[in-house]
């Protein structure tokens, strides 16, 4: 090629150019060429891919806040958080959360006192206990019951649990909160312990070793050393399963009826703020009216309280998080 030389010996002579050289060279450039576009190209794609969710979330937020203005437009937002009747859809209307509220808190409550030591316990069991050939058949039935549609959870509720409830609590209607609260607590059980198992995993051996040195047993071990150690995971697990249970629908939507009672009575009907948005829906509600606003303004609630509550999660996790 021109300008290209060739030492051999004493002598210095230029490179020919033939068929083959050139064609190496063109290669070359072109490969050369194509790795550049690549690395230019390649930030943007990444870059654009990183942007979705966060594309996502504002559409989210506009949406709900731009519909939730206009209702309370119309409504008094003193009303909304203060008002303890909730019948948008009959007159005489009333736009009360309280209800919806309430019932919200009870299906979530129940939840947690069937998930949080069952799962806690369970992942404890895995962690400290299991050998390696039964964890690794129970994990794999934890992601399976954790991958079973909320709907299929619904019915279960409603065929299998309530018949147990009404049996032992005759006075209990067919609709009621405790079947579905129950259930909804069976559902985050895999939540909380696959996360406070990795929790629990993460802390060393070199902990637990040092704790039978001293003459603790496994259990004084993982009570008082392990548990600790992964308090920050813990917790984290504990806040997000109670997210998820606030935001459940299809469930609560089955079992628990849609009667917005102002009650903390586990054996009544009652509605949570997933399953009015659900009723309210079905296609019946004209656009604009003040009905179709409702969904957007109980959906900015339930935003609020799942985005508060993932907020204190990841602020506990780094909190107590251990460095080891």
Known sequence: MNGEWLQTGGAVEPLKQTPETVRAAGAYSFKNERKSVMNRLMPV??????????????????????????????????????????????????????PLLAGTLLITII?????????????VYLSEYAPRRVRNII????????????IVYGYFA???????????????????ALSAGIVVGIMII?????????????????LRDGAYALGATKFESALKIVLPAALSG??????????????????????????????????ESIQTMTAYIVQVSLGDTQRGS???????????ALFIITFLLNSIAQYVARKFREEY
């Open 45 to 98: 794609l990444l870059m654009l891919c990183a942007s979705v969710s966060i594309i996502t979330t504002v559409g989210i937020v506009y949406t709900l806040v731009s519909e939730t203005v206009l209702f309370f437009r119309e409504v008094p937002i003193v009303e909304f958080l203060t008002g303890t009747r909730w019948s948008p859809l009959f007159e005489p209307r009333a736009f009360g959360i309280l």
């Open 111 to 123: 939840a947690c006192v069937v998930a949080m030591p069952i799962g806690l316990a369970s992942a």
């Open 139 to 150: 994990k794999p039935i934890l992601e399976v019951l954790a991958g079973v549609p909320t």
């Open 158 to 176: 409603l065929s299998f649990m309530t018949p147990i409830v009404r049996a032992i609590f005759p006075e209990t209607g067919i609709f009621n």
């Open 190 to 206: 895999p939540m909380v312990t696959s996360l406070s198992e990795d929790a629990m995993n993460a802390v060393p051996k070199s």
């Open 234 to 267: 813990i917790v984290a697990s504990f806040v997000l399963a109670f997210s998820r249970a606030v935001g459940e629908t299809m469930i609560v939507t089955v079992a628990a009826g849609a009667t917005p009672n102002l009650t903390f009575n586990p054996l």
């Open 290 to 300: 003040i009905e179709y606003g409702s969904i957007f303004a109980v959906g900015m």
